[in-house]
C-alpha cells in the first residue's frame, strides 16, 4: 500500500530535527577544532607557474631590481608566498628590497633542493625563511619534521654564508589540531636555536576563531585579510632582526708568536776578596754587627776576690764524713702503714635450758 502524505511530512520533519541536533554537536561550532572548509576570506585564482626541473612543482623567483641605499631581503617559502610572488599583495619598499622565492605544496626538504640549485644575481643581505607547514602532513612526527627543518636551514646557511639568517613561525591551519601545531612550531623553534638561526613567532596574529584569515580550503590565507597580516608579520621581523643584530666582526688571527732565545749575560767585575785565615777571624756575639776590626781585650776595672769561703769551710767541706748507708734515706723506701682495726663483737652464745629433773617414787627417771 503506498504510503500518504502524512509519512512524508513525518519524514521531513524527523530530518530536519536531525540535521539541527547535528549541528549543535558538531565540532564546526567549537572554533579550537579544525574545520573542513571553514574559511570565509577570499583569495585570487591561482595562475599556473613553471614547473621546477628538480622538485617537479612549481616554483617562481622573483628579483628586484636593486636600489642604492636598501638592503635587499630574499623571502623562501611554499605557497604563502605566491600572493607577494604574483603581486596581488604588495611588500613595502620604503625600507628594504624584498625578493621572493615560492615553491608551492614544498616541504622542507624540496624547498632545501631549490634552495641549493638557486642562482641569484647579487647575494642577498638577509634571508627569510617561512617555517614549512606542509610538513604538518607530510612529516609523521614534530621528531621527523625538526630534522628535515634543520637541513633546510644548514643549506640555507651555506647558499648564503654572508647573508643574515633569520626564519619565521609556520601559518596556522584550520584543518590540523591547535595542539599538533603547537608541537611543530616547538620543534621548529629548537632546531633553530641550535643552528644558531632566531626564530619569531607570529602565531597569536592569527586566531583560529577569526575564519576570515582563511580561503575556503582552510589552509591559505585569504587576500584581503590574512596574507596582509602575514606582511605586517615578516615586515616587523625583518625590521627587529636587521635593527637589533650586531654586526659580525671578523675573526683577526694573531700571528704566531717567535721563540726568543735566552740572552747570554756576561759578569764583569771586581775579583772577590779571598777569604782571611782563621787566626784573623772575628767574633760577632748574638745581636751584634761586626765592623770587620779585630778585637781587642782590655784590662778589667773590676778587682776581683777570690776568697768567698773563710780556710776553716773549705776544710770542712773537703774532709770525708763515713755515715752509715742505711741511715740514709733514698726517698724509695717505702714507710710501713698502719691500718685501723676496727673493734670486734664477740659473738653471743645462745643460753642453755635448765631442765628440771623429777624423780619417780618408784625410782626410775
Known sequence: ??????????????????????EVVSPKSDPRHPVAGGGTGWRHRVRAWPTSVHTGRQHKLVIPAEVPGKRFVLLVGASHLRSFADGIVAMPKDLYSFGVMSTPGGCADQLRTEVEHAVLPRTPDAVCVLAPSNNLTASINPERAGEAFGRYLASVCSAWPTAQVFAVDLVPRLTVPEDIQEFFRQEFHRVAARLGVKYYHHGDRFPLADRWLWCRDGLHLSDDMGTPLLMESLLAATTQHLETATPEVPCQVSPTPRRRRPARVVVVGEVRAPRPPPSEWTRVAPGRKANGAPLVLRECFIPLNPVWFSPGVLAAMETPVSSP????????????????REAVSPKRKRPRKEVCKCFDPDGDR
Open 1 to 22: 500500500m503506498p504510503r500518504g502524505k502524512s509519512y512524508r511530512r513525518s519524514q521531513a520533519a524527523r530530518k530536519r530535527e536531525a540535521e539541527r541536533h547535528r
Open 325 to 340: 748507708v742505711d741511715a740514709v734515706s733514698t726517698g724509695s723506701k717505702r714507710l710501713p702503714v698502719e691500718h685501723r
